[in-house]
């Protein structure tokens, strides 16, 4: 169930080189990961999954945040997790930062982790660059223990900034195989419904980004 499917060695083949300067040039333009971490708020030694950990630049901030709470990334990545794990070390929360390489479509969490479901669960930018971008959604609620929440940012439609931006910013995003999910809010609306859970869902920066999260019910 946590193969790596084939898929990877795409995402490899786009961040091998472009890992050594990811952070310094996303800070631009992959806006309210900031916000999505401050939402975040684990309880007193929680658990926190990040879906598509990158170079675990979230990973490092949620654990600062957050000193009490245990951290775990996944990326389909192997070039990705190189850097993920530099960062992890550099910033000195390696003991409690815990990274796996995983299909987010299909990992099983208690066998990579130990861990079957955790307090909190995140996806930062990379469902627009998970082709099968649904079924990750429904493989993460099933990560998300009684009472936890699953949180979401990623690109908007742009729909009130002017149309030559949006026009642009979608045709310079295809270049990396970053594809934003029009129909978002509406899977996580589904899926909250499903597992009568709480959803809180919004635009940031003139539809820019979306942002949410889905709260379920205690056991």
Same mark, same amino acid.
């Given at each position: 169930?946590?193969? !790596? *499917?084939?898929?990877?060695? !795409?995402?490899?083949?786009?961040?091998?080189?472009?890992?050594?300067?990811?952070?310094?040039?996303?800070?631009?333009?992959?806006?309210?990961?900031?916000?999505?971490?401050? %939402?975040?708020? *684990?309880?007193?030694?929680?658990?926190?999954?990040?879906?598509g950990?990158?170079t %675990?630049?979230?990973?490092?901030?949620?654990?600062?945040?957050?000193?009490?709470?245990r951290?775990?990334?996944?990326?389909?990545?192997?070039?990705?997790?190189?850097?993920?794990?530099?960062?992890v070390?550099?910033?000195? &929360?390696?003991?409690? /930062?815990?990274?796996?390489?995983?299909? %987010?479509?299909?990992?099983?969490?208690?066998?990579?982790?130990?861990?079957?479901?955790?307090?909190? &669960?995140?996806?930062?930018?990379s469902?627009s660059?998970?082709?099968?971008?649904?079924?990750a959604?429904?493989?993460?609620?099933?990560?998300v223990? *009684?009472?936890?929440?699953?949180?979401v /940012?990623?690109?908007?439609?742009?729909?009130?900034?002017?149309?030559w931006?949006?026009?642009?910013?979608?045709?310079?995003l %295809?270049?990396?195989? /970053?594809?934003?999910?029009?129909?978002?809010?509406?899977?996580?609306?589904?899926?909250?419904?499903?597992?009568?859970?709480?959803?809180?869902?919004?635009?940031?920066?003139?539809?820019?980004?979306?942002?949410g999260?889905?709260?379920? *019910?205690?056991?």
């Open positions: 169930m946590s193969s !790596v *499917p084939a898929n990877a060695s !795409v995402m490899d083949s786009i961040y091998r080189h472009q890992r050594h300067i990811y952070d310094l040039t996303r800070r631009y333009y992959l806006l309210g990961r900031n916000d999505l971490i401050a %939402a975040l708020r *684990p309880p007193a030694g929680g658990t926190v999954l990040e879906i950990c990158g %675990a630049r979230n990973l490092v901030l949620t654990a600062k945040r957050y000193p009490d709470a951290l775990f990334g996944i990326d389909i990545s192997a070039e990705m997790l190189k850097s993920a794990t530099a960062t070390s550099n910033n000195r &929360v390696d003991r409690r /930062v815990s990274l796996a390489q995983g299909d %987010a479509t299909r990992f099983d969490a208690a066998e990579l982790f130990g861990i079957a479901r955790f307090d909190r &669960v995140f996806f930062s930018y469902l660059m998970i082709p099968g971008w649904e079924a959604l429904h493989q993460a609620i099933r990560c223990a *009684p009472g936890g929440e699953l949180h /940012v990623d690109f908007g439609q742009q729909t009130a900034l002017p149309r931006f949006g026009k642009g910013l979608k045709a310079w %295809a270049r990396f195989h /970053v594809t934003p999910r029009e129909n978002l809010g509406d899977a996580m609306a589904a899926i909250a419904k499903t597992t009568h859970g709480e959803l809180h869902f919004s635009t940031l920066y003139r539809d820019y980004a979306r942002i999260h889905i709260r379920l *019910p205690s056991a």
